[in-house]
C-alpha cells in the first residue's frame, strides 16, 4: 500500500512504512511469548525485546515467539528502551516508525495498528495508547498509578501547555522524531521524558484510547511500596528539571 509521508517538510509517495517494535523486559517469561505472537507480523519489521537482566527465561521464551533479542543488563526501563534504540541505530536501513509496549501483556499488541494509522495518515509526529480514555479491567492499574499518572498529566498541562491523559507506555513515534527529542532517561522517567519533550519541541501529538488488561505476574513499580515512591519521584522530578 502506498502512503504519503512526510519528512523535513517534504512530501513523498512512499511504500508501506517501516515499523520496528521495542519490548522492554525483565523477568516476563510467563507473558512475553504471548506479547509477541500478538503482534500482526505483516505489520511491522523487526520485534525487538530488550532483555533487562532478567533471573528468568525471558529471553528464551521471546527468542522461540521469534523475537530479536538484545540483552541490557544494567537495570532500568529506561536502559532497556535505549538499548533496543541501539540496534535499531545500527541497521543499515532505519525505521520510519518505532512502537513501544510493555512485556507483561497488559496492553493488546494488535492495537498498535490503530496507534501507527495517524501517524501514516494523518502526519501526527507520536501517538499515545490512553489507558484513561480507554477500555480498562478492573485491577489493571493500582490506585496510586491512576493518581500519579492524573497528576503528572496535570503538571505537564499546566507548565507545558500540552494535554496528556495518561504516560502509558504503549505508544507509537516517528523514528525522525525520537532522534529528535534525544531520549536519556534510564529508568522510571522514561515515557514522561518522551511526552515532556515532546511538548516542548511542539510536536504533532494525539493520544487514542486502548484497552488495558490486568497484567501477568507482579509489577515490579506498582506492584511493591519502594517502586511506586521511586517511580513516583522520578517522574515528578523529570517534569520540573526539562523546564
Known amino acids: 500500500?502506498?502512503?504519503?509521508?512526510?519528512?523535513?517538510?517534504?512530501?513523498?509517495?512512499?511504500?508501506?512504512?517501516?515499523?520496528?517494535?521495542?519490548?522492554?523486559?525483565?523477568?516476563?517469561?510467563?507473558?512475553?511469548?504471548?506479547?509477541v505472537r500478538?503482534?500482526?507480523?505483516d505489520f511491522v519489521r523487526n520485534i525487538i525485546v530488550a532483555n533487562n537482566n532478567s533471573s528468568?527465561?525471558?529471553?528464551?521464551?521471546?527468542?522461540?515467539?521469534s523475537a530479536i533479542v538484545v540483552h541490557q543488563p544494567i537495570s532500568g526501563y529506561g536502559n532497556a528502551c535505549l538499548k533496543g534504540?541501539?540496534?535499531?541505530?545500527?541497521?543499515d536501513v532505519k525505521p520510519d516508525i518505532i512502537v513501544y509496549l510493555d512485556g507483561d501483556y497488559s496492553d493488546y499488541p494488535e492495537q498498535m495498528?490503530?496507534?501507527?494509522?495517524?501517524?501514516?495518515?494523518?502526519?501526527?509526529?507520536?501517538?499515545?495508547?490512553?489507558?484513561?480514555?480507554?477500555?480498562?479491567?478492573?485491577g489493571a492499574m493500582m490506585p496510586q498509578q491512576i493518581f500519579g499518572?492524573?497528576?503528572?498529566?496535570?503538571?505537564?498541562?499546566?507548565?507545558?501547555?500540552?494535554?496528556?491523559?495518561?504516560?502509558?507506555?504503549f505508544r507509537a513515534i516517528r523514528y525522525d522524531r525520537l532522534m529528535e527529542i534525544n531520549m536519556q532517561d534510564k529508568t522510571f522517567g522514561w515515557t514522561v521524558e518522551m511526552q515532556v519533550k515532546?511538548?516542548?519541541?511542539?510536536?504533532?501529538?494525539?493520544?487514542?484510547?486502548?484497552?488495558?488488561?490486568?497484567?501477568?505476574?507482579?509489577?515490579?513499580?506498582?506492584g511493591t511500596v519502594k517502586g511506586t515512591i521511586l517511580a513516583g519521584h522520578k517522574i515528578l522530578w523529570t517534569i520540573f528539571k526539562l523546564i
Open 1 to 35: 500500500m502506498l502512503h504519503l509521508w512526510q519528512t523535513n517538510n517534504r512530501i513523498t509517495l512512499v511504500q508501506k512504512p517501516i515499523i520496528d517494535v521495542i519490548i522492554p523486559a525483565y523477568n516476563e517469561e510467563q507473558s512475553i511469548g504471548n506479547v
Open 149 to 169: 499518572n492524573w497528576l503528572a498529566t496535570s503538571l505537564i498541562k499546566l507548565i507545558y501547555k500540552y494535554e496528556f491523559t495518561d504516560l502509558g507506555p
Open 198 to 222: 515532546a511538548a516542548k519541541l511542539k510536536l504533532k501529538c494525539l493520544e487514542i484510547p486502548v484497552k488495558y488488561r490486568v497484567r501477568i505476574g507482579v509489577s515490579k513499580v506498582s
Open 113 to 138: 495498528i490503530d496507534l501507527a494509522k495517524p501517524i501514516i495518515e494523518n502526519g501526527y509526529d507520536m501517538v499515545i495508547g490512553s489507558r484513561a480514555l480507554g477500555n480498562m479491567e478492573k
Open 56 to 65: 528468568d527465561k525471558t529471553a528464551e521464551v521471546a527468542a522461540e515467539a
Open 85 to 91: 534504540m541501539e540496534y535499531i541505530a545500527a541497521l
Open 38 to 41: 500478538d503482534i500482526p507480523k
